[in-house]
């Protein structure tokens, strides 16, 4: 094992193997039935199967799910023959990269030729070349604990590059040097950030060392491959873990520059929260607020969490140090808003997601102005009306944002934001505040005022609206009265 000179990684016992192997043996023995079928039509054509990579190191794990990975010395043409008469569903999306993909009962299978590409240094995508032998493929898998096999249907254990004891550790390495890993393909830097989130694993530290080293070489990797990498990392069980790796090797400043930018340095005349460790906090106590995965619509919400990391990245553009010794982020929050949409689509994400996460961001602060419950009415509708769809996850943000260690404000703050809460409660009881209208649609302004469609009728409707908003219900009698004042004076 490569760790000898490490004090800080001790080697796994006898004892954390056997436990290890243990759990192996029961996942394995669950989708044998599948796996041993199949394996045998390879067989049978003269080939050869292996469970590899991931579906191995989940396996060893106890988490093996029902998306299976498998590699062979097949090409895919020959893969396509034999799992065509077998498979329930075939689908040759991935076929160009030696990939070919198909279900199975309730598994998701995917049967990859072994490989040997190298990657062209300044393009983005691999180029794809077949190997000969397992050893050749699992040499240029990511990391050690994804470069084992189990050879079916004789189930017999490869691991040439000792993930097996890496696994036990907790510990990511490469198989090969870590430069050469990055350099064939330098997601994989960001993918050692993402599976030390998930899986809680330490990263070894010559593989940090390479990941700080080479951080530059995340400029040729394509934005959609970036995002994707960055949302399986926010999704992840400790996003925090995997975002300190992501700032601590300056990846972050190609990735995400405005979470580094964060850190605000601060002085005895200056003092102020630290903005860079308060939005992780804040990013995990949004993520206790999910509600769980076995609930309707539960589990990793990537729109709060997004806001959540975000909500606060206008404040280094708008800090201001006042005569008095206080530190100001006027206006952060609209500030922020546009840096999130800005930021989200060179990710490349979708409109719609943007448009959540920055909504959420800019209404962030909003609450703060209800103080201890001076809000009228028609503060809390357009509270709501603001905040749309989005008002749920809203309330989490803004209890998520409460960091102070001082509890008596904190419970202050929570106290007041339950008692938003029972109003807006309340009020939607009362006038179904989610679906809020003006008293009187298109059609009946449009018979009042006794004209036809046009821009008139659209600035009626939004008087209406805001009369609505102001007064709550107001009844058709009240509100054509209303409606025709309001015409009387346009007309003036």
């Known amino acids: 094992m490569s760790n000898a000179n490490n004090d ?57 799910g029902n998306d299976l990975d498998f590699t062979t ?96 550790a907790r510990v990511l390495r490469t198989p090969g040097t870590p430069e050469e890993s990055f350099s064939d393909d330098p997601l994989r830097m960001m993918r050692a950030a993402r599976f030390a989130a998930q899986l809680d694993f330490e990263v070894a530290p010559e593989v940090v060392e390479a990941m700080t080293a080479m951080a530059d070489r995340l400029q040729i990797v394509s934005a959609e491959r970036v995002r994707d990498e960055l949302n399986k990392l926010l ?92 530190v100001s982020f006027h206006h952060h929050e609209v500030v922020g808003a546009k840096m999130t949409k800005a930021r989200m689509t060179k990710l490349k994400y979708s409109n719609e997601l943007i448009k959540d996460v920055s909504k959420l961001v800019e209404l962030h602060l909003r609450f703060h102005g209800y103080g201890t419950g001076e809000w009228t009415d028609s503060a809390v509708r357009r509270y709501v009306r603001d905040a749309g769809p989005m008002l749920d996850r809203l309330h989490k943000l803004t209890r998520s944002d409460c960091t102070t260690r001082n509890k008596r404000k904190a419970n202050a703050l929570s106290r007041a934001y339950d008692g938003l809460e029972e109003r807006i409660a309340r009020l939607q009881e009362q006038e179904e505040l989610d679906s809020i209208r003006p008293d009187l649609d298109g059609n009946e302004i449009m018979e009042i005022l006794g004209v036809g469609p046009g821009p008139q009728v659209g600035k009626a409707y939004k008087h209406l609206l805001e009369l609505r908003l102001e007064n709550g219900p107001m009844g058709h009698d009240a509100a054509a009265a209303a409606l025709k004042e309001w015409w009387a004076a346009q007309e003036a």
């Open 235 to 326: 999704l992840s069980e400790q996003p925090r873990k995997g975002l300190r790796l992501l700032v601590d090797t300056g990846m972050a400043d190609l990735v995400l520059p405005e979470l580094p930018a964060l850190r605000l340095e601060s002085d005895e005349h200056h003092r102020h929260k630290d903005v860079y460790e308060h939005s992780l906090t804040v990013l995990e106590q949004a993520i206790d607020l999910e509600a769980p995965r076995d609930q309707p619509g539960g589990g990793p919400d990537l729109v709060l969490r997004l806001a959540a990391l975000l909500h606060d990245i206008g404040k280094p553009r708008t800090r201001r140090f006042e005569k008095d010794g206080r």
């Open 8 to 64: 800080s990684l001790t080697p796994p016992s006898p004892n954390e193997l056997s436990q290890v192997q243990r759990r192996a043996v029961s996942e394995l023995l669950r989708v044998s039935p599948v796996a041993d079928d199949l394996a045998r039509r390879f067989q049978e054509a003269g080939f050869t199967l292996a469970l590899v990579g991931g579906s191995v190191r989940d396996a060893l794990l106890g988490r093996l």
């Open 73 to 168: 010395d097949a090409r895919p043409d020959d893969v396509l023959k034999i799992v065509r008469p077998w498979a329930d569903a075939v689908w040759e999306v991935g076929i160009a990269f030696g990939t070919v993909g198909c279900r199975k009962s309730d598994f998701e299978i995917e049967i990859t030729t072994y490989r040997s590409e190298a990657y062209d240094r300044t393009s983005r995508k691999p180029e794809v070349s077949y190997g000969d032998s397992i050893e050749q493929d699992l040499v240029r898998r990511d990391f050690t604990v994804n470069a084992m096999a189990v050879a079916l249907p004789e189930k017999e254990f490869i691991d040439p590059h000792n993930g097996l004891e890496d696994l036990a």
